[in-house]
């Protein structure tokens, strides 16, 4: 079945250092998605790609999805002590705009002040 | 966004029993998920819940023990039968597919943090 590897599964950071976290798909993705899970609280979505090579900002956060629709990464600059939390990314399989969502291991942030 | 509303938010519970596990969103959706995530785990889908017809089980889960419920487009229930401390996590509502915006990204409920004793 189609796995989704993310790393790194932790990262500390000092505040101000940047941060990214990659995410690898067995199989080609129809689009890929991003959360973000707050300690205690529950998966939040932040953005979704869809299309070969695409790039997307907000503000600090960079999102991008490769060539192969099979791999992307999330990177933020200049972290901040609210950036603190799990970041997942989760991926549709080819062929698919609706369906079930195959999460990867998540990325846990910590940021020192 | 979808508004879900997910009750219990925790509970404990002695082994051998059953619990339902509510989701209420405040909109029509197509398509309702169950996850389970165990504390500092990513989330592992148990099944796809489709108004008017049987849900749909990831491989490792079973009708008999989780047995789910979707009556109408806007509910949802998840019923974790004889319990085991095993079954110990946390359990995740989710909707996709806003019948109105038809959008393809997933909301998540608060979710209930399930003990079993």
């Known amino acids: 079945g189609q796995q989704v590897m993310q790393i790194p599964q932790y990262q500390h950071v000092q505040e101000g250092e940047d941060f990214t976290t990659y995410c690898n798909s067995s199989?080609?993705?129809?689009?890929i998605q991003w959360y973000k899970q707050r300690p205690g609280g529950h998966p939040v979505f932040l953005i979704q790609?869809?299309?070969?090579?695409e790039v997307k900002k907000q503000k600090r956060l960079t999102f991008q999805f490769g060539e192969a629709k099979k791999n992307s990464s999330l990177h933020i600059t200049a972290t901040q002590t609210t950036d603190v939390g799990t970041y997942f990314c989760?991926?549709?399989?080819?062929?698919?705009?609706?369906?079930?969502?195959?999460f990867g291991q998540g990325t846990i942030l910590t940021v020192h002040p | 966004s979808a508004v879900i509303s997910q009750k219990p938010s925790r509970d404990i519970c002695q082994r051998g029993t059953s619990l339902t596990i509510q989701c209420q969103v405040d909109s029509q959706v197509t398509m309702m998920f169950w996850y389970r995530q165990q504390p500092g785990q990513s989330l592992t889908l148990i099944a796809t819940a489709n108004q008017g017809s049987e849900a749909t089980y990831e491989s490792g889960f079973v009708i008999d023990k989780f047995p789910i419920s979707r009556p109408n487009l806007t509910f949802s229930t998840l019923t974790v039968s004889n319990m085991s401390p095993e079954d110990s996590s946390i359990y995740l509502c989710?909707?996709?597919?806003?019948?109105?915006?038809?959008?393809?990204?997933?909301?998540f409920g608060q979710g209930t943090r399930l003990t079993v004793v």
């Open positions: 199989t080609t993705l129809s689009n």
């Open positions: 790609l869809v299309k070969s090579g």
């Open positions: 989710s909707v996709e597919g806003d019948i109105l915006i038809m959008n393809t990204e997933a909301f």
């Open positions: 989760a991926g549709k399989a080819g062929g698919t705009s609706y369906g079930k969502l195959t």
